[in-house]
């Protein structure tokens, strides 16, 4: 019971840092049959391969995508990568929570789109099968913290070609911490350690919790490392109708439900939020890999107009 009130306590706090005001803009929502939706109205070792040439749409703008936390529902944001990849359009800034933070440490650290999609047919589903029954967590991050390290390597957020950052959650304080430098696999343990699931992660004697707690989809981090316009990715959506008995499936669900204020919230800031089409996708559902990132694929090439417009003209 304390567990869960210190949860909603940390989810609280975590809105009431979110509503720090930021310019008034008006976003650009894409649902998953392709509408726009404005304003709430509906209308109209890695890096082994250079990435494909790419143009500065922005020119002197910058742009950037805020990938959100979702379990294996963040396999989509690889689909998604890999259009605006093909498309030539530049990414200046990737922030990511949760599992966003996986997928954008990884591109940043040099694996394009292909490669991210060959690593995540080899993904081993026994990363988060070995159980460490105790008072505060139950898998174990160690496999996981290998994995990363093994891709990753050592390095460090600062010294990676993509400006990167990575959002977690101070345990004591309730708030954000936006990861700008430092060791690449830490902070996105810490990102994910998702409170009940994974115990929490010590960073210079702090401990972190899930940055899904306060940033669901971090476009406020975004805007903070000095983005002009930001593209939301949101992976979040529940279920619709899927009735569950395996109780990380459900905690996994429950932690989206308690987000969705905060979430919300974040999403009005953005320019552009794209959100493939999940409902009947599973926080747990491993084996939808390949079908998952075909998905973010789709929602971002039937809105790839829109985000040259939205780059061309947003003032």
Known sequence: ??????????????LVACTTPLPNREPVVIDAQGRVILGGAIGGAPGRHAPPPSHDIAKTKKFAVALGGGAVKGFAHIGVLQVLEEAGIKVHILVGT???????????????????????????DGLFSQWLLSRIGLIRSNPLEKYLRDKIKNQKIEDLPINLGIVATHLSLGEGKLFRNGDVTQAVLASSAVPGLFRPVMIDRIEYLDGGLTSPVPVKYAFE???????????????????????????LDTFDIMGKSILSWELKQAQLVIRPELKDVSAYDFHKRADLIQRGRRAMQ????????????NP
């Open 1 to 14: 019971m304390k567990v869960f009130s210190k949860i909603l306590w940390l989810l609280l706090m975590g």
């Open 98 to 124: 949760s599992s966003g933070s996986m997928i954008a440490a990884l591109y940043a650290a040099g694996y394009h789109g292909q490669e991210l999609q060959q690593l995540a047919d080899q993904w081993d």
């Open 225 to 251: 490392m000095g983005a002009d316009v930001v593209m939301a990715v949101d992976v979040s959506q529940h279920p619709n109708g899927n009735v569950s008995t395996d109780m990380l499936p459900i905690l």
């Open 302 to 313: 039937e809105h790839l107009p829109k985000l040259r417009t939205i780059l061309q003209h």
